[in-house]
Every structure is written in structure tokens, then in C-alpha cells.
């Protein structure tokens, strides 16, 4: 309960961050080096002028007039010159109504008159989010992790349409899987992650298109489950493993009683066959390990095993029979 409280934290910090870091990027954006630069000049400028006309003019209403002017000249380069990224669009409002948009690249506004609430940014973006304790159509609780790729399409939509498109891309995808999981049995979501991810997109993508957003992709990260269902689970699985196991010995068996019966076929009209077969599983078994064979008496009277046994002993290798004492003669 701690780990998923501690992870429902850590989402909800970084959507703080990735709004703080947007709030710092838009303030930036109200000036920059360029406009900075020009205003310095302007400035610079307008002062030596100003102390040239100090010289050359006695009339002070035409120095503060210079000053005022070149003042005037500097603030406007300073708050009117924007500079849009390659992949950023600015929104721009006149006395409150959206008069277009600007970008990228350099561009001019009129001061106090227009204003740039946002800037959207056209790149694919990274929205990760989740779902917890969430019951699944067979009531059985789930955490469900998942990383969701979208880009804006339409600037003017995503600046107008919605208040902050970046959190409620963010709850529409959350609310879209909560919706999900709910309508899936656990095996489904367990097995059929493809089918979800699919599913997702479409889900979220009709959410968000009006707001001039599309949905890349979605993938499913991780699936939690309650540690005594995936026990009791991985003890399903080894069942299913051993009575596979204990099929698959089954029909071995019978496949080799089967082969056995066919054999059996073939040696009951052929008596010569079978006695061929026993006197050479007789010589590979004395071969291979040269031990004593224990052979019943049923056997040696019905297929002339007494016979085939002697032949056996004397196709042994030397060392199998044990040789007669060498006889000498005696000498008179």
C-alpha cells in the first residue's frame, strides 16, 4: 500500500513539475536575447544623443524629448520583438480575442494591445499514467501502469478549446483505462496487453480530438496483481505443467503399445522371425554387459531359447567361457 502510494505521489509530481517547467518557459518567452540586445543599443544610443543635444541645444524640452523618445523606441523592441522555436506555435490575442498564430521564427507584436497566453508546442509528448486498486470484470483488483504519445495538430483548438490541455490529455487517458479495465476479465489483461493498447488509443483519441490533439501511441508498462492471487496463480501454472507432462507420458505409453502390437503381428505367423529376434536381443544383452540373463523356462521351451543360448555363449569375446585346463601327457 506504501510502494503505491509512494508511485501515485511521484505521477503527481512530475504533472507539477512539467507544469511548473511550462509557467517558467512561457515567462521566459516574454522577452529575449535578441529584444534584450536591441533594447540596449536603442538605449545606449538615445544617451549619447542625449548628452550631444545637452551640448548643442540649450532647450531642455528637446533633450527630454529625445530621451523620452528613444526610451519609447528601446521598450517597444524590447516587448513587441517574440522569437518562436522551430516546433512552437504562439498564441496571440487582441484586446482579449485570438487574432492568429505566430511561428516560428521572429515575429512582432503590438504592446499592451496583444498578449500571448500560451505557446503550444508541436513536438510528440510523453504522458505517463496509471490506474490503482482498480476492479477488473471479474472483481479482482489491479495497478496498471502506462506511457501515453501524443502531439498537438491544431494549435488554435488546444489554446481555446480546453483550459490546460496538457492535465486533461492527462485525467482522459486515466479515466479511458480505469473504463478499460473494468470491462476485461484478468486473463484478458494479463495476455491480450496489444488488444489494450489499441483500444486505449482509439478511447483517448476520441476524447481528444476536438481539442486538437492526437494520440500516437499508448503502451501498457507494468500490471500488478495482489501477491496471493499470482501465488496462487504460479500453483495453477505448475498444475497444468504436470498433468501436460503426465498426458504426454500417457500417450507416449500408448504409442508404444501400439508399436508393440504391430510387432506382435508381424513375429505370430512367422515362428523364424521371433526366434531371430530373441537370439539377437540375447547377444546384445551379453555384449553390452556380460552379466548372467535370467530367462524363463516358458520362454527356452517355446522358442528353442536352450539352443540360441549356447550359440550366444560361444559368440561371446574371449574371457566370456571359461577355457578347459590345457591336458598333458604323461610321460612313461
Same mark, same amino acid.
Given at each position: ?143 496498471? +501502469?502506462? $506511457? ?5 495538430? *491544431? %494549435? ?6 480546453? @483550459?490546460?490541455? #496538457?492535465? !486533461? ?52 508498462? +507494468?500490471? $500488478? ?5 499470482? *501465488? %496462487? ?6 498444475? @497444468?505443467?504436470? #498433468?501436460? !507432462? ?87
Amino acid at each position: 500500500m506504501a510502494f503505491m502510494r509512494s508511485k501515485r505521489d511521484n505521477t503527481e509530481e512530475q504533472q507539477d513539475k512539467q507544469q511548473d517547467k511550462q509557467q517558467a518557459k512561457q515567462q521566459a518567452k516574454m522577452t529575449n536575447p535578441v529584444s534584450w540586445t536591441l533594447f540596449t543599443i536603442v538605449l545606449t544610443i538615445t544617451i549619447v544623443l542625449a548628452v550631444g543635444l545637452s551640448i548643442w541645444v540649450d532647450d531642455p524640452w528637446v533633450l527630454v524629448g529625445a530621451i523620452i523618445g528613444g526610451s519609447l523606441v528601446a521598450l517597444y523592441l524590447l516587448f513587441a520583438l517574440k522569437i518562436a522555436d522551430q516546433w512552437e506555435k504562439a498564441i496571440v490575442l487582441r484586446f482579449g480575442r485570438f487574432r492568429g498564430l505566430r511561428g516560428p521564427g521572429l515575429f512582432w507584436i503590438v504592446p499592451i494591445v496583444d498578449a500571448i497566453p500560451d505557446w503550444i508546442d508541436h513536438r510528440v509528448m510523453v504522458t505517463p499514467f496509471n490506474a490503482e486498486k482498480t476492479l477488473t470484470k471479474d472483481t479482482v483488483p489491479v495497478d496498471v +501502469d502506462a $506511457v501515453l504519445f501524443w502531439l498537438v495538430w *491544431d %494549435a488554435e483548438k488546444a489554446a481555446l478549446e480546453v @483550459e490546460d490541455y #496538457r492535465t !486533461a490529455i492527462a485525467w482522459a487517458a486515466q479515466t479511458a483505462l480505469r473504463d478499460l479495465i473494468g470491462k476485461m476479465q484478468l486473463a484478458d489483461i494479463l495476455v491480450g496487453r496489444d488488444k489494450m493498447d489499441q483500444a486505449l488509443q482509439v478511447i483517448i483519441d476520441e476524447r481528444t480530438e476536438p481539442w486538437g490533439v492526437s494520440v500516437q501511441s499508448v503502451e501498457i508498462r +507494468d500490471i $500488478v496483481i495482489p501477491a496471493g492471487l499470482e *501465488d %496462487a496463480m504460479s500453483r495453477q501454472a505448475q498444475a @497444468e505443467r504436470e #498433468r501436460q !507432462a503426465r498426458v504426454i507420458l500417457g500417450e507416449s505409453e500408448e504409442q508404444i503399445a501400439d508399436s508393440f502390437r504391430k510387432a506382435s503381428l508381424a513375429y505370430r505367423d512367422n515362428p523364424t522371425a521371433l526366434h531371430l529376434r530373441a537370439m539377437n536381443m540375447l547377444f546384445e544383452g551379453l555384449k553390452e554387459r556380460g552379466a548372467l540373463v535370467i530367462v524363463p523356462s516358458s520362454a527356452v521351451d517355446t522358442m528353442n531359447l536352450g539352443g540360441m543360448m549356447g550359440m550366444a555363449a560361444l559368440a561371446q569375446p574371449q574371457g566370456g567361457l571359461i577355457p578347459a585346463p590345457p591336458t598333458t601327457q604323461k610321460e612313461e
